[in-house]
């Protein structure tokens, strides 16, 4: 890597957060603990990454929506962070309709994907 242009990784960090809260259940206790691990997992990346990212409009949005989503949940700056690994594998974007599979194909174990994932917000 030396010799190169360090890349703006904003995704990959993005990415990472929604795979580790994808599977947390706002409804269950200990979800705020969990989420703000996440959140300074987050922060972290987009730290490491922001000499690469000046300038990048999606990069300053997430810094400021980590902000944000911190002070709501009232998530201090210091303690753990989440591993970038969660245990639970979880594609994010693999829906599944599985009333609509059944009504349209029975029988049929493989209910249709869809493999359009958008994220929209200020």
Do not use: W
């Amino acid at each position: 890597e030396t010799g190169q242009p360090a890349q703006c990784r904003i995704q990959k960090c993005t990415t990472d957060f929604v795979s580790l809260t994808s599977h947390l259940n706002s409804a269950v206790d200990g979800f705020d603990s969990e989420f703000c691990k996440a959140l300074r997992a987050y922060a972290g990346c987009t730290q490491r990454t922001s000499k690469a990212c000046r300038g990048n409009l999606v990069y300053h949005s997430a810094v400021l929506g980590i902000s944000d989503l911190m002070s709501q949940r009232n998530c201090s700056k210091d303690g753990p962070t989440s591993s970038t690994n969660p245990e639970v594998t979880h594609d994010p974007c693999n829906y599944h309709s599985h009333a609509g599979a059944r009504e349209h194909r029975r029988g049929d174990q493989n209910p249709p994907s869809y493999l359009f994932c958008g994220l929209f917000g200020d």
